[in-house]
Nanobody, 114 residues
Framework: QVQLVESGGGLVQAGGSLRLSCAAS????????MGWYRQAPGKQRELVAF???????NYADSVKGRFTISRDSAKNTVYLQMSSLKPEDTAVYYC????????WGQGTQVTVSS
C-alpha cells in the first residue's frame, strides 16, 4: 500500500505562483510513475504532468512552460511548481503514483482569481 498526502493548494491571483507537494509513505519501492492531475467543476479529470522513476517528465500542452514537476527521492515527495497561473488553472489537483496499482491523493484545491 502507498499513502499520498497533498498540500500547498490555495487562493492566488492570476499571474501568481503556488507549489504543490505530494508526500508518499508505504511501499513506494514499486512506484514507476508519479503524476499530477486536475479536475475542474463539470469537467473530466485530466493529466497535468508526470515524472518517471528515471526522471523523465511530460506536461500537458496547457501548462508547458508554466508548471514544473520534480521529486525529492530522499523525502518521497513529488512537487508541482506552478507559475503564471491563470483562472482556467482553477481545479482540484490530485497526485497519482503508479506501480503494481494506482494510488491517489485526496486532492488539494487551487483557485486562481482574475
Amino acid at each position: 500500500q502507498v499513502q499520498l498526502v497533498e498540500s500547498g493548494g490555495g487562493l492566488v491571483q492570476a499571474g501568481g505562483s503556488l507549489r504543490l507537494s505530494c508526500a508518499a509513505s508505504g511501499s513506494i519501492f514499486s512506484i514507476i510513475l508519479m503524476g499530477w492531475y486536475r479536475q475542474a467543476p463539470g469537467k473530466q479529470r485530466e493529466l497535468v504532468a508526470f515524472i518517471t522513476s528515471g526522471g523523465n517528465t511530460n506536461y500537458a500542452d496547457s501548462v508547458k512552460g508554466r508548471f514544473t514537476i520534480s521529486r525529492d527521492s530522499a523525502k518521497n515527495t513529488v512537487y508541482l511548481q506552478m507559475s503564471s497561473l491563470k483562472p482556467e488553472d482553477t481545479a482540484v489537483y490530485y497526485c497519482k503514483f503508479t506501480g503494481a496499482n494506482n494510488y491517489w491523493g485526496q486532492g488539494t484545491q487551487v483557485t486562481v482569481s482574475s
